[in-house]
């Protein structure tokens, strides 16, 4: 359960109307750092020679993985759309399926119902997405549906259908309504029907993907998919390690099958090990983003190799996540990287109109997960839970600090 909290704080935030950011930083920017000259030719000559499109890259690590774990940072809209696209490009290549983060386990059925079907029911992909969380209604996300429906009316009659495959549990936060409820196992039992949430999604691929010996693209935030990394959980104020994770259901993955998966992180920006006024730092102290702020802007948009490469030497001392080891480098985290756009041209996805009403208002209050904000936010009204989701999508405002 800690882990399912400290995974899922900006959307908790948001749901109560509690935006991350710190007045006291708005407007100082943080610099990028100046490159050294060695660096930033070496990387770049590795970029020259190696860097493919990011539908390319997703695509090239199936000729010798069977999982590739994409994570992300949550509701940016390229990210979401990039996933929309490769969908025909995956079927191509012989991957049928596409496992997601946002939607349960428990309602496969009718995802299939949905993707199968001679017309799309919006209505249904829309409570698909409600009922794994109310406060993920982001169309992007939604419409990863909708592109895979209108692949598979695409194909000749007799061919296999793609599917997109809900790996999540189940969750009703309306069991707890106070922080002491939490501690009870006998609640949290109802809150959670089907376990943890990364064991449910790794016994999920392990069932529908591995024991059927088929192969997968795996999109869910970067913290559920790491595979060989322990995820560091650290003390906010003083930044020291209190422990680390191994059960993320990408680390249940990797323990099965090793190498056989990989790991492309999407680029952008990382939790500070100590807060000091700021929720983000850069990726390995920005080194990235002022490589990719001297490179012309069609050369942009790239997925590279991490592990095994000049960028899999990158340090960090800063972040969360440079508190997993003390000789943090890039390729420890992961094996893969994708840069589409400057962080300062991120984009929030798009939350659908009347995704809160009336009607569902108090059911949608009900499952805020942090119970305490929660019993206090009773008489939320319609406007203001949906302005909590455009909040929590303004990254020229959450990234305002960042290049």
């Known amino acids: 359960m800690i882990m399912w ?23 100082k920017r943080i610099p990028l750092p100046k490159l050294e000259p060695r660096v930033a030719a070496e990387l770049t000559t590795f970029l020259d020679q190696n860097a493919l499109s990011p539908e390319e890259y997703v695509i090239s690590k199936f000729q010798d993985h069977d999982l590739v774990f994409l994570g992300e940072f949550h ?42 079907a001679p017309t799309y029911d919006e209505s249904l992909a829309r409570n698909i997405f409600w009922r794994q969380w109310v406060f993920w209604g982001f169309q992007e996300y939604i419409d990863i549906l909708k592109a895979a429906w209108r692949f598979n009316r695409s194909l000749p009659a007799g061919r296999l259908p793609f599917r997109v495959l809900g790996l999540n549990a189940r969750m009703d936060w309306n069991y707890v309504w106070t922080p002491e409820e939490r501690n009870y196992p006998e609640i949290m039992k109802k809150v959670l029907p089907d376990g943890d949430s990364d064991e449910v999604m790794a016994r999920t691929i392990q069932r529908e993907i591995l024991d059927k010996k088929e192969k997968a693209l795996i999109y869910s935030g970067f913290n559920h998919a790491y595979t060989r990394f322990h995820q560091p959980i650290v003390d906010e104020k003083t930044g020291e390690l209190r422990r680390s994770a191994n059960t993320r259901m990408g680390n249940r993955i990797y323990d099965q099958i090793g190498d056989r998966c990989f790991l492309i992180i999407l680029h952008s920006p990382w939790e500070p090990a100590r807060r000091d006024g700021r929720h983000h730092v850069y990726a390995v102290e920005g080194v990235i983003d002022a490589l990719f702020a001297q490179r012309p802007p069609e050369k942009r948009r790239v997925g590279f190799d991490v592990k095994g490469s000049p960028f899999g030497r990158l340090s960090d001392h800063t972040s969360v996540w440079s508190r997993s080891s003390k000789d943090f480098r890039l390729e420890n985290y992961c094996d893969g990287w994708i840069f589409q756009k400057p962080l300062s041209q991120y984009e929030g996805c798009t939350v659908p109109d009347a995704w809160f009403t009336e009607a569902n208002r108090l059911e949608a209050i009900g499952q805020i997960a942090n119970p305490d904000p929660r019993v206090k936010h009773k008489n939320r009204t319609v406007e203001s839970l949906m302005e909590s989701l455009r909040d929590d999508t303004n990254f020229q405002k959450r990234f305002e600090e960042l290049w």
């Open 5 to 27: 909290k400290y995974q899922s704080l900006a959307p908790l935030c948001a749901a109560i109307g509690i935006f991350l950011s710190s007045p006291s930083m708005a407007g």
């Open 75 to 116: 509701r940016i809209q390229h990210d979401a759309l990039l996933v929309q696209n490769l969908i025909p490009l995956l079927y191509k290549a012989g991957i049928r399926h596409l496992g997601i983060e946002f939607a349960c386990a428990a309602h496969q059925a009718d995802i299939d119902s949905l993707l199968f």
